[in-house]
């Protein structure tokens, strides 16, 4: 079957802008899409074969074409720019629908999708925020940009407001120098206190998401307190439900959340975390223009639960880490997972945020992480298309926090944000060392390449990688210390230690 999906490259374009993109994917796949024949039927003399779909993309309204063109079948992330500047901005989006069909005369061969355009009015107070559905980042914009989009890795904690914020600007002021750019205050609500932290957190340009976990579910509180943060400068997304699936909430109560807000505030994303590995996936995940996930694997008892006191197994018993064997690897075995969900439901995907394990304090984990399995952590969840870390909870400052911060220091900036946002990862694999994982990251001429070793002990053989891409030179290594060496399209490690971890750029 041929399937054909359309989305716009960015979730929201506005007036200040005069082009937009989208993007046309014609795969050819077992479960979804329609009937694709490659082959002439008896009667008919064409003998070129189907391999181009010809298609318009028209504003169902007014049926006025915006994109006319061709893409070859059995192809992805084609895009195609389109002028903004014959619609009129608006707070409700347009509907686009493609019509596709092949270049030559096969019959009863015709594909139809659709999808939404966001065209809005430029605001002119607080943030505007918008997700790349190409790579998978964001993009923000607010006064201190002058209005102009820029890209951003969010990077931080949850933490309680009442806690180790305490309503206080010195807190929030540590926490950001410590190297986070992003926050999600667990605060109450109503809490007049609430509008000096969102000054504070504003006036160190810390963007943060609004957390309604004790509330979504009431509607007509989530409507009371969109204007509490829809408006501010360093606003970043709203979040909704925490752990849905596990609480087992109402199957639709995410979405219902998610429709209110698109309504009351189409200039910023939705979000939500689930902890499952896999239980109505698809219904909490509606709820989302982003997915987050939290598994905690590190100091867990994969059998047993030390909180319930019973045995734990594929469908009974909580040890703090749905259906994870208690390795760090259990981070991108859920990644993966979400990733092959939305292909399995004919979706197009939804960027992934990994919410990593801190300090807990919890009786479920034995220990906390140590800061290398913290760093392999961090590492992996990027080489697995995680496009942001937020991780649970920031309580005080420890080395264990301080290490986190030493990473975000590190991924939120040039050059290390411009390939983890501007393209997507690559796996590569190594001969004989099954526990190292690594990709790599493309932009222009550059590659950079992420590995994290999930073995605990290092090895003093050469390490080597063979690449699709000819590489001239080592441009530099960002992050970590390995000794690394290049030959032709081999990239080669001297060694390596224990839970190892590297960002290393190359010049093609």
């Not at 181009?52 to 192809?75: G, S, W, Y």
């Not at 796996?427 to 222009?444: C, H, K, M, P, T």
């Not at 290092?458 to 063979?466: A, C, K, S």
Request: charged fraction near 20%; hydrophobic fraction near 35%; aromatic fraction near 12%.
């Amino acid at each position: 079957m041929l399937h054909v999906q359309l989305t716009t490259r960015h979730s929201i374009y506005v007036s200040s802008e005069s082009t937009g993109e989208l993007i046309v994917d014609a795969g050819l796949s077992y479960i979804h899409g329609a009937t694709y024949t490659n082959k002439t039927p008896a009667g008919y003399n064409e003998t070129s074969p189907f391999d181009t779909l010809q298609f318009d993309v028209r504003l169902e309204e007014t049926n006025e074409p915006l994109v006319t063109a061709n893409v070859a079948i059995n192809t992805t992330a084609n895009l195609f720019q389109f002028d903004l500047r014959t619609l009129e901005p608006r707070l409700t989006p347009y509907n686009l629908v493609l019509y596709g069909a092949p270049v030559t005369s096969y019959p009863n061969q015709s594909y139809t999708t659709t999808t939404e355009l966001y065209y809005l009015p430029e605001k002119i107070k607080g943030s505007t925020v918008k997700i790349d559905n190409l790579d998978g980042g964001m993009l923000v914009a607010n006064t201190a940009s002058n209005r102009t989009f820029e890209p951003f890795l969010p990077f931080g904690f949850y933490t309680s407001c009442d806690g180790y914020l305490n309503y206080s600007l010195a807190n929030v002021t540590t926490y950001r120098d410590l190297g986070f750019n992003a926050i999600n205050p667990v605060c109450a609500y109503p809490d007049g206190g609430l509008t000096d932290l969102f000054h504070w957190v504003n006036s160190v340009g810390l963007w943060y998401q609004y957390d309604m976990r004790n509330y979504y579910l009431n509607l007509s509180s989530v409507k009371q307190q969109i204007p509490l943060a829809k408006d501010e400068e360093y606003f970043l997304s709203w979040y909704t439900a925490d752990e849905p699936d596990g609480t087992e909430d109402a199957l639709n109560s995410t979405s219902l959340a998610y429709d209110l807000l698109k309504r009351e505030d189409p200039y910023h994303p939705t979000s939500l975390v689930l902890n499952c590995y896999n239980f109505h996936f698809e219904q909490y995940a509606s709820g989302a223009d982003y997915i987050m996930t939290d598994p905690y694997p590190v100091g867990i008892n994969a059998t047993w639960s030390r909180r319930w006191n019973t045995t734990v197994d594929e469908t009974y018993g909580d040890c703090g880490c749905d259906d994870c064997v208690g390795e760090l690897r259990d981070v991108s075995r859920r990644l993966d997972a979400f990733v092959d969900y939305q292909d399995w439901l004919g979706k197009s995907q939804k960027p992934l945020w990994s919410v990593l394990q801190g300090s807990i304090r919890e009786d479920y984990w034995a220990r906390d992480p140590t800061v290398d399995e913290t760093w392999a952590m961090q590492v992996l969840s990027f080489i697995h298309k995680a496009k942001a870390i937020m991780s649970w909870d920031f309580h005080e400052v420890t080395p264990l926090n301080r290490a986190h911060g030493a990473m975000a220091k590190v991924v939120t900036q040039s050059p290390v944000s411009d390939f983890l946002l501007g393209s997507q990862p690559t796996q590569i694999y190594s001969e004989n060392f099954d526990l190292l994982e690594a990709a790599y990251w493309r932009v222009g001429d550059r590659l950079m390449v992420g590995i994290a070793n999930m073995d605990f002990v290092g090895t003093t053989e050469p390490v080597r990688f063979e690449l699709t891409i000819n590489a001239s030179r080592i441009a530099g290594q960002p992050w970590g210390s390995v000794e690394w060496e290049l030959t032709n399209k081999s990239l080669i490690a001297r060694r390596l230690e224990g839970l190892a971890t590297s960002f290393v750029i190359l010049n093609q």
